[in-house]
């Protein structure tokens, strides 16, 4: 029978090189009071004997776990996983979250909770007791939860609210959802688009009230009234179908609608298709998120694309830079959103329909 190899230990390290734990830890951890020569050594060594740094390791230059907790909300997560509709929030998520965390030599956990639960704390308590993060990054609507950000504050540890512009505890990281929607209303009024609908999202996360403020601003400021315009939906499909339905049928309709996520945007042109509309023919649409659904729909749809991957990549450097002892940012940190012009969207004297 063969022998299994024996794992290579950061104790092999320091025996090949000459060297003390720490020493080893410090260059693992890219540490600042590092000799040159001395991280050369080291890492001679490392690269020999094919070492590969563990937690346990890396935990022995100080306190830090080097882990990130990413959370997300449990049962929109879930849903959108057992629907298989193309959501790529996690995605995403991971995407920037563990890319960021690699260079750092950083790990991300990735952990769900339910908002609406009365244990909510005792979940969180839970999972910082077992993984003991370095930071935790909170995603909307938890990033807006009191008792989140209440509990989190408590425990001492740094965490970004992904989604907040709320002042507070935490770091708040922006999207700049309110621009978004504002860019998004201004692409369809360049283009000759004045009645122009807006379909919101739940009003359990503030970004959509700041999506719908948005639109209202760029309306406002073009001189355009917003009433009837406007439609509540709640991220799902359904909601979209019977928000675009309600814009739609009126006695004057929208020449082009602007929905708040893809799944109502897919909704609208459902509901547009089974109306006899053609878009953008008859009816111009913009979506949120810019997930792969939307480039395979007919016609493919333009949408805001959310910088989902940069953001979360983003709050991964402010938390381990909080790690270190570095301030907060003073002012609010924002990832600026971007449109992908794709064909769903005409110009209002090519859609004599509307």
Known sequence: MARRRQAVTIKHVAADAGVSLQTVSRVINNEPNVRPEMKERVQASIDKLG???????????GSRSYLILAINDRDRTIADWQARQGTDWVDQMLLGGMLKCAEHGYRMIFELVDTHSDHVERELLGAIAALQPDGIILTPPHSDNPQI?????????????????????GIPVSMDDEGSAYQATEHLLERGHRRIGFISGSSEYALSGWRVD??????????????????????SFASGVEAAGKLLSGPQR???????????????????????????????????????????????????????????????????AAQKGQPAPKELTVERASIFVRESVAPLADAPGA
């Open 51 to 61: 070492y590969v740094p563990s937690i346990a390791a890396q935990r022995l230059s």
């Open 149 to 169: 950000v209440s509990f989190l504050a408590e425990q001492k540890i740094p965490f970004v609210r992904i989604g907040s512009i709320q002042n507070g505890a």
């Open 214 to 235: 948005g639109w209202r601003r760029a309306m406002t400021e073009a001189g355009l009234p917003c009433d009837g315009l406007l439609a509540e939906g709640d991220f």
């Open 254 to 320: 929208p020449s082009a609608i602007i929905a708040s996520n893809d799944q109502m945007a897919l909704a609208t042109l459902e509901v547009a298709r089974l109306m006899g509309l053609t878009v953008p023919r008859d009816l111009s649409l913009i979506s949120f998120d810019n997930t792969p659904l939307v480039h395979f729909t007919q016609p493919p749809l333009t949408a805001v694309d959310q910088p989902i991957a940069a953001t979360t990549s983003r709050a991964v450097e402010l938390l381990i």
